[in-house]
């Protein structure tokens, strides 16, 4: 049996249906003896959600919207008698006008969006959920190579999705003392509900299978194992980083001629 996280609680925000990398890193995490416990945002999401945590053997299922200060204070409310060792924070959103039109034309309400949900609820998380963390832990965020390049559309999201890679270095360094580590899992394009819609994708995905080392795209089960290295023991040396998890992708320059 594996047991990699036996004896272990995880919490994982971001789970919205059985596409949702949140949810493979939930099947990796059981599948490894952790308890989990999941959340949703807001009550539309509450009857799906509660549906996949028993798929998952999911131990219990809380309300939280990162950008509703009182949601957050009413899960660490509802979590008092638990002992965190993984936090798990796979949340992210831009106006889809923002992730089509030019960058330049980015509105200050839809930058300011983008940047309180998808990096400021990495902080705000990560301080109210670090005093559940009593022996240390891990609390890892889901990132994108639009953070680090210029990829067409991501707009917004890669300006946030650097925030939020800077936000992993500074939480690891003030965490750090407490054993707690934070890194970020760079994933590759992954056809999930955040992907749907999104001019050309089928083409993101095709290129990225053409040029990748590995010559396929991401599996978002590899990007669940990556998550239990990085919560387990094994990963306890590894604080502050961001581990892409995309065939390789990201390391290519040119393409090598047929
Ligand atoms: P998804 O749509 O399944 O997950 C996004 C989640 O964010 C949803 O569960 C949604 O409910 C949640 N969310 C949005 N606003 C929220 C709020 N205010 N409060 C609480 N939750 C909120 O899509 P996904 O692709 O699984 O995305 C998960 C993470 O992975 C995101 O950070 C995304 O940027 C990142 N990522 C995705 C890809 C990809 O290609 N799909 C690649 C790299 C990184
Ligand atoms: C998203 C937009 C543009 C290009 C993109 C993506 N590429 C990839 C994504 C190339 C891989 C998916 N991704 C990494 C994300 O982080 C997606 C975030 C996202 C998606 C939506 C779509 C629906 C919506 N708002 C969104 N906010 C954030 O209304």
Redesign the pocket.
């Known amino acids: 049996m594996a047991t990699l996280l036996a004896g272990k609680t995880a919490i994982i925000l971001g789970v919205a249906n059985k596409w949702s990398i949140a949810y493979a890193i939930a099947e990796s995490y059981r599948r490894e003896g952790a308890r989990v416990i999941l959340t949703y945002q807001g009550e539309r999401q509450k009857g799906t959600v509660e549906d996949l945590a028993k798929d998952l053997g999911a131990d219990r299922v809380l309300n939280c919207d990162v950008t509703k200060p009182e949601e957050l204070a009413a899960l660490v409310e509802a979590l008092s008698n638990e002992k965190l060792d993984i936090v798990v924070h796979s949340i992210?959103?831009?106006?889809?006008e923002d992730?089509s039109r030019p960058f330049i034309e980015t509105s200050r309400d839809g930058f300011l969006l983008a940047h309180e949900v998808s990096a400021y609820s990495l902080i705000s998380v990560s301080n109210a959920l670090a005093p559940l963390m009593a022996h240390g832990g891990s609390i890892l965020t889901l990132t994108?190579l639009?953070a680090v390049r210029v990829?067409?559309?991501?707009n917004v999201?890669g300006v946030a999705k650097a925030a939020l890679e800077a936000s992993v270095r500074y939480l690891a360094s003030d965490l750090g003392a407490k054993n707690i580590r934070v890194n970020a899992i760079s994933a590759g394009?992954i056809k999930t509900a955040?992907?749907?819609?999104?001019k050309d994708?089928s083409k993101?995905l095709d290129g990225v299978a053409a040029v990748a080392p590995l010559q396929r795209n991401t599996d978002p089960a590899e990007v669940g194992d990556t998550a239990v290295f990085l919560g387990s023991d094994l990963g306890r040396g590894v604080t502050g980083n961001v581990i892409y998890v995309d065939a390789g992708f990201q390391i290519m320059g040119l393409q090598a001629p047929e």
């Open positions: 992210a959103f831009a106006n889809r992730l994108y639009g990829i067409p559309n991501y999201m394009p955040s992907a749907r819609g999104i994708f993101v």
